[in-house]
């Protein structure tokens, strides 16, 4: 065992295989994998061992597909077998909701180039005809599903990486993690200690211990999982003997199971409603290659469920039960990356689908640490999405959640409820139990979504059309526009930036010129490629303090960047406020006559201009309060401590009842910023994008410093961006995009040849590199001359101007184009006439947020 190496990674599954291998490609091979036991001894072992490329989030779907690409090299390179079976699989409806959701999903697949098809229950069932094809409605088939052998795809990464000199110690548990003062990590283990630069947790289902060793909880909770294997079935042998190939896997929404062919039987498993945790406090680490007790008991509904759907499955022997434990994080998602607050200690873990993303992961990660970059959009996987809220209950809560939704459908209205309220502001109980708010969770902060009539219509009607908040919001919106509305806006990141050396270190970081004292500005802010990594309202208040306002859930992911680029000298302090300060925001043509009546202050036009921000008591509490909204109307946002906030509001409430003031909520907001072309973090603005692509270059200031991405960002402005963010005016009918819908357009193969494919676009393939190769043209994205040309980030229906709207990417030579008849969306599987809006429709000139 080496005394010293660049990186240790801890854990011998699938995943730390992966990231080793990855590593030492990426041309680290001074890199060594210590392992407690043998490789696979975890969860890897007795996975049921499927992959897919389908996943909810595209950027996380494009990894997987890179991992599934991967495997033949893999075989190549090590000379192990992976046991590939490239069977294809379906997805089986059945109800017409659940076939509303396998329509999203294919037309998602459109613009990521998967050749998913939506086929008929028959069609399902001359692939699998076990199925009684009579439950269902309908199926989607994705030619890019399988199964393999997760020992032998384990070694053959390990080999792998052992051929590109990487080390790999068996039988040495970790048992303590220190650092030194210059960032060396000591790794201290039963055989010796290592000095490491760069330390990653692929634990596992220690992951938490591992995490533990260097202070850390992460969010990880491993879930007990049962999957069955039949004796040999004469119905499996007759399909194999006159059809040549292999039974297709299925998954069976309705009984929350996943099949497929395993030798001359199935194997079926389930991800069942009565789920049950395992070691939720703490993980031996004498568990081994060991087995849980089965219970099938825990299963029977599914099972039952199970038997209807495929009724020869009833009459099948079992010969084998398998219950182990393998991990999750809350939302299901991989925990990647560096972790916020430490030097050089970086995840692979709660990767719970390590045969279809470990693969993504390794390259994702191997990337990060060796280049700075992770070469993708992983927002889904960062570590840094989580909070000091998401503690241990709360990881067991929203974990168990999670597992038993496996297979349900989520609605574009949903809100999962297992563990909240976790944060709440003070005016809470006045939001839920006065105004009979439907709260929402962001980032553990309950947060009002819309306003029900009474308290017995606070509820969603969960919907992918338009559902029973439809009219409240239009009220919500229409009462803002033509008079006020007050809503909270504690779901805002807040940080203060202070010290002598406050101001250059944000014109280092951000794209524009920082404020005058008292004034404010918009600015993103890139990665050193010159992608968006963050957009935020930052305002002066000193010449040595700034406040600065970003988006909630990104609050981690900023402070990792802002510590990582703070000066060696003291001049700077960052401080994140999270909910020791809270908001409210006024809005609409009656604002300011509502503000009047709460302070002393002089709050004209001319006195407190448009994007101004001071000190001032507003009903006789101390605040600070900026002239913007989100809305893109005449506004104010009202900063104050969470002591002073229940009484602002009353005064807010009694100040604006002449003008016949209300409460608008989260949704409200969003459909006013579309009629204003407003982007949002996270859809619009993302690190796969530039700023000239995301029509935000008025906020981008080449000429002020050497900030970071400008050169990249030049070279944009010069070239000219690839794509442009674009608004649609959509022909709707009761169903609005959700987000991810592809943008079809009407050009011919003169045209398209013309048109540089957006980057990301198309058939996720890779090369040896691990770079992207672009989709050839063909496949589902033609139609005649119909193409698709981009996706849908966002939308929803705009109720001041009475039409659905939608924003997105298309190539920036399209973008111009505002003739009829020249788009169309693809909303729930039905192409929609779409219109490009040059334009905000509402207040194009911003005459009412300056007035």
């Known amino acids: 065992m080496k005394p010293h190496v660049r ?17 030492a490609k990426a041309g680290w091979s001074d890199v060594m994998l210590i392992e407690r036991s043998e490789l696979t001894s975890g969860s890897s072992w007795h996975a049921a061992g499927g992959f897919h490329t389908l996943n909810g989030d595209p950027n996380v779907a494009k990894l997987q597909a890179y991992t599934v690409s991967l495997y033949d090299e893999l075989e190549e390179l090590s000379g ?50 076990l199925m009684d094809e009579s439950n269902f409605v ?47 990590w000591n790794v201290v283990t039963e055989q010796g200690n290592v000095k490491a630069d760069h330390v990653v947790n692929a634990g596992g289902l220690w992951a938490r211990e591992v995490g533990r060793m260097a202070g850390l909880e992460l969010p990880v909770l491993a879930m007990e999982h049962m999957y069955l294997l039949t004796e040999e079935m004469p119905e499996v042998l007759e399909f194999n003997a006159s059809t040549g190939r292999e039974l297709i896997g299925v998954i069976d929404f309705k009984g929350e199971i996943y099949t497929r062919q395993e030798r001359s039987g199935i194997l079926l498993g389930t991800y069942e409603k009565a789920c049950k945790p395992w070691s939720p406090i703490e993980t031996p680490w004498s568990f081994g290659h060991e087995l849980l007790a089965p219970d099938l008991d825990r299963i029977a509904p599914s099972l039952e469920v199970g038997f209807r759907h495929f009724p020869a499955l009833e009459n099948a022997g079992i010969k ?41 992961v390794g390259l994702a990660l191997s990337n990060w640490m060796v280049h700075g970059d992770p070469g993708a959009d992983i927002w889904g996987m960062d570590v840094a999405r989580y909070g000091e809220w998401a503690t241990l209950r ?52 309950e947060t009002p979504l819309w306003f029900a009539p009474s308290a017995a219509e606070a509820y969603d009607v969960l919907s992918f059309h338009r559902s029973n908040d439809f009219g409240p919001i239009g009220e919500e919106v229409r009462r803002t526009r033509d008079s006020v509305g007050v809503t909270e806006i504690s779901n805002f990141a807040k940080y203060e930036v202070t010290g002598q050396g406050a101001e250059t270190f944000l014109n280092h970081l951000m794209t524009n010129t920082m404020p005058r004292i008292g004034r404010i500005v918009l600015t993103p802010m890139l990665n050193n490629n010159g992608k968006l990594i963050g957009d935020f309202t930052i305002a002066k208040l000193s010449d040595t303090r700034f406040m600065v306002w970003g988006s909630i859930a990104a609050q981690k992911y900023h402070m990792r960047w802002f510590e990582q680029h703070l000066p ?48 001032m008591d507003v009903n006789a509490a101390p605040c600070v309060v900026g002239r913007i909204t989100y809305t893109g109307d005449l506004g104010y946002e009202i900063w104050m401590e969470p002591a002073y906030q229940r009484r602002i509001y009353d005064g807010i409430k009694r100040a604006g009842a002449e003008f016949g003031i209300v409460d608008f909520g989260m949704r409200a907001l969003l459909s006013m910023r579309l009629e204003k072309n407003f982007p949002t973090w996270f859809r619009e603005l993302r690190p796969i994008y530039g700023p000239y692509e995301a029509g935000i ?109 939608a924003q997105g990417y298309i190539p920036s030579a399209l973008a111009i184009n505002a003739t009829e008849g020249m788009f169309e969306i693809e909303i729930l599987g039905i192409r929609r006439p779409a219109r490009i809006a040059l334009e905000p429709p509402f207040d194009p000139t911003g005459a009412k947020m300056r007035g």
Request: glycine share 12%.
């Open 80 to 129: 192990q077998s992976c046991g590939l079976h490239l069977t294809g699989g379906v997805m089986m409806a059945d109800t017409p909701e659940r076939m509303d959701f396998l329509r999203q999903v294919h037309a998602k697949g459109r613009y990521l180039g998967m050749e998913t098809e939506l086929i008929t229950p028959s069609e399902a069932k001359a692939m699998f005809p």
């Open 138 to 184: 309908g199926a989607l088939w994705d030619p890019v599903e399988g199964h393999l052998d997760p020992s032998g795809t384990t070694h053959a990464y390990a080999k792998a990486a052992r051929k590109l000199g990487a080390e790999i110690v068996l039988r040495n548990r970790v048992i303590e993690l220190t650092q030194e003062a210059d960032g060396t």
């Open 568 to 615: 060696n000298d003291d001049s700077v302090a960052i401080r994140r406020f999270g909910l020791n300060l809270v908001g409210l925001s006024i809005a609409g043509p009656n604002a300011r006559k509502v503000l009047e009546k709460l302070t002393d202050d002089d709050v004209s036009s001319a006195a407190f201009r448009f994007m101004d921000i001071r000190k």
């Open 697 to 805: 270059e008025r906020f981008v200031k080449l000429s002020k410093n050497d900030f970071i991405g400008r050169e990249a960002a030049a070279k944009e402005q010069a070239d000219g961006p690839k794509l442009m963010r674009t608004s649609f005016l959509v022909n709707a009918t009761d169903a609005d995009v959700m987000g991810d819908e592809p943008i079809w357009a009407k050009i011919g193969d003169t045209d398209y040849r013309t048109i540089e494919p957006p980057h990301g676009f198309g058939a996720p393939r890779f090369d040896s590199g691990g770079k992207e190769i672009a989709k050839p043209e063909g496949g589902t994205m033609r139609d005649g001359d119909w193409r698709v040309v981009g996706w849908v980030t966002s939308g929803g229906y705009a109720h001041t101007i009475g039409s659905s709207m």
């Open 394 to 445: 709360y990881t067991n809560a929203k974990v168990r959640e999670n597992y038993s939704r496996r297979f349900s459908i989520r609605f574009p209205n949903e809100e999962l409820h297992a563990a909240r309220p976790q944060q709440t502001t003070p005016l809470y109980d006045v939001m839920v139990r006065d105004n009979h708010a439907v709260m929402g969770d962001s980032w553990g902060l």
């Open 7 to 23: 990186a240790v990674v801890i854990g011998g599954g699938v995943v730390g295989c992966s990231v080793l291998y990855h590593l």
């Open 320 to 360: 084998q039960i398998i219950n182990g434990p393998f991990t999750f994080a809350p939302d299901g998602n991989p925990l990647v990356g560096p972790v916020p607050g430490l030097t050089n200690y970086w995840t692979a873990c709660g990767v719970m689908a390590g045969f279809s993303q470990g693969g993504g």
